[in-house]
């Protein structure tokens, strides 16, 4: 055997001692079980990026492996073959050990995806939390039921309403300040943000004939500078009551003893009227 032929195999037992120490590591995941018994998913991910990596350094096409399949041609005839058969030998050496270790890994990281990700469909499920009703609506709701019970209507409106049912249906003049840009929200093409909840009375009224017993409920605006007592926009609570015989007095005789709200039916009269 001539010296070319033992250096070319000396540089064959080099590649696969070389792959043998780096590969160590990972020749336990061959066994599926045993192999990736305490490792966490993180940890068998991050062994199969290297794992991959591995592969490129020693079979890959700038690896030390491909180095010798190119001499091959280079080695003298008689000796050939077997140098070829050793590098072949070698080459699925190191195809079969990885492919173990992949395997392995892949189906350990599979099983605890699917074990993360499980979901016991015999667990009570998780009941969303309620929002609560906001306490202008709970208050705007128990006057809503005191004036129904005493036989009113609760009527609703527009919030942007003209200047005829804003202002001078309500008789308030022309000069009046409540007109003014410094009292009132106006839009661009003449319409404002209703300042009372009047205008709904007037609409009631030219809808509905009396007798006429209503409450009108709602948001009304006004330019205010924001304080301890002022705000832009701020909710009101109006009542009208057309009937003969009909006096400040009247809307009082005709609350229930035994009122459903908290609150006096005189104070709700006072609140409304």
């Given at each position: 055997?001539?010296?070319?032929?033992?250096e070319?195999q000396?540089?064959v037992?080099?590649v696969r001692?070389?792959?043998?120490r780096?590969?160590?590591?990972f020749?336990?995941?061959r066994?599926s079980?045993?192999?990736?018994a305490?490792s966490t998913?993180?940890?068998?991910?991050a062994?199969?990026?290297?794992?991959?990596?591995l592969?490129?350094?020693?079979?890959?096409?700038?690896?030390?492996?491909?180095?010798?399949?190119?001499?091959?041609?280079?080695?003298?005839?008689?000796?050939r073959g077997a140098?070829a058969?050793?590098v072949?030998?070698?080459g699925?050496?190191?195809?079969?050990?990885?492919?173990a270790a992949e395997?392995?890994?892949k189906?350990?990281?599979?099983?605890?995806?699917?074990e993360?990700?499980?979901?016991?469909v015999?667990?009570?499920g998780?009941?969303?939390?309620?929002?609560h009703?906001?306490?202008i609506?709970i208050?705007?709701?128990r006057?809503?039921d005191?004036?129904?019970?005493?036989?009113?209507?609760?009527?609703?409106?527009?919030?942007?309403e003209?200047d005829?049912?804003?202002?001078?249906?309500?008789?308030?003049?022309e000069?009046?300040p409540?007109?003014?840009?410094?009292?009132?929200?106006?839009?661009?093409?003449?319409?404002?943000?209703?300042?009372?909840?009047?205008?709904?009375?007037?609409?009631?009224?030219?809808?509905?004939r009396?007798p006429?017993?209503?409450?009108a409920?709602g948001?009304?605006?006004?330019?205010?500078t924001?304080?301890?007592t002022?705000?832009?926009?701020?909710f009101?609570l109006?009542g009208?009551?057309?009937d003969?015989?009909?006096?400040?007095?009247?809307?009082s005789?005709?609350t229930?003893?035994?009122?459903?709200d908290?609150?006096?039916?005189?104070?709700?009269?006072a609140?409304?009227?």
């Open positions: 055997m001539g010296s070319e032929v033992v070319h000396d540089q037992e080099a001692e070389a792959f043998e780096e590969f160590e590591r020749a336990r995941f066994d079980e045993a192999g990736t305490g998913l993180d940890e068998a991910e062994a199969l990026r290297e794992l991959a990596d592969r490129t350094r020693h079979t890959g096409k700038k690896s030390a492996l491909s180095t010798l399949m190119k001499t091959i041609g280079r080695v003298p005839a008689d000796e140098f058969q050793r072949q030998q070698v699925a050496g190191f195809g079969e050990a990885l492919d395997a392995s890994l189906r350990y990281i599979s099983a605890a995806r699917v993360c990700e499980r979901i016991d015999t667990l009570p998780r009941r969303p939390r309620q929002g009703v906001h306490p609506n208050i705007r709701q006057l809503e005191v004036f129904v019970s005493m036989g009113y209507s609760v009527e609703d409106g527009r919030e942007i003209t005829f049912y804003n202002f001078t249906a309500l008789n308030i003049p000069l009046h409540a007109r003014s840009l410094q009292d009132t929200f106006y839009t661009t093409d003449g319409l404002s943000l209703r300042s009372q909840t009047s205008t709904v009375q007037i609409h009631a009224m030219q809808r509905r009396p006429l017993r209503i409450i409920p948001r009304v605006f006004r330019r205010d924001p304080d301890a002022h705000n832009p926009m701020f009101q109006e009208l009551v057309i003969r015989g009909i006096h400040i007095c009247a809307p005789k005709s229930p003893k035994n009122s459903p908290s609150l006096s039916a005189s104070a709700l009269i609140c409304a009227l």
